[in-house]
Nanobody, 111 residues
Framework: QVQVVESGGGVVQPGGSLNLSCTVS????????VGWYRQPPGKGRELVAE???????VYEDSVKGRFTISRDNAKNTVLLQMNSLKPEDTAVYYC?????WGKGTQVTVSS
């Protein structure tokens, strides 16, 4: 059974950085795309970034140039490096693998 676990959230000041990690249990990890999504307070869930099985990356417009997604197939892990964080990045961040969701990790950007 696939399990998806996110970690690395926290509270940071505007302009700061955080690194989120998504670890997936199960085989065939390298065959699938993995996406990071977020759900701001009172809003719907939206795609932030995705990395495909061949390493192609896609980013939501507001995070381009600030966030970087990468995968390590040997560790079944996908990282989301977030720099120059803004208050509007505040949300619960979720990882999605093969239609399985983790429980999410809270990111709060506040002075």
């Amino acid at each position: 059974q696939v399990q998806v676990v996110e970690s690395g959230g926290g509270v940071v000041q505007p302009g700061g950085s955080l690194n989120l990690s998504c670890t997936v249990s199960g085989i065939f990890f390298s065959y699938y795309a993995v996406g990071w999504y977020r759900q701001p307070p009172g809003k719907g869930r939206e795609l932030v970034a995705e990395v495909t099985s061949d390493g192609t990356t896609v980013y939501e417009d507001s995070v381009k140039g600030r966030f970087t997604i990468s995968r390590d197939n040997a560790k079944n892990t996908v990282l989301l490096q977030m720099n120059s964080l803004k208050p509007e990045d505040t949300a619960v961040y979720y990882c999605n693998f093969d239609n399985e969701w983790g429980k999410g990790t809270q990111v709060t950007v506040s002075s």
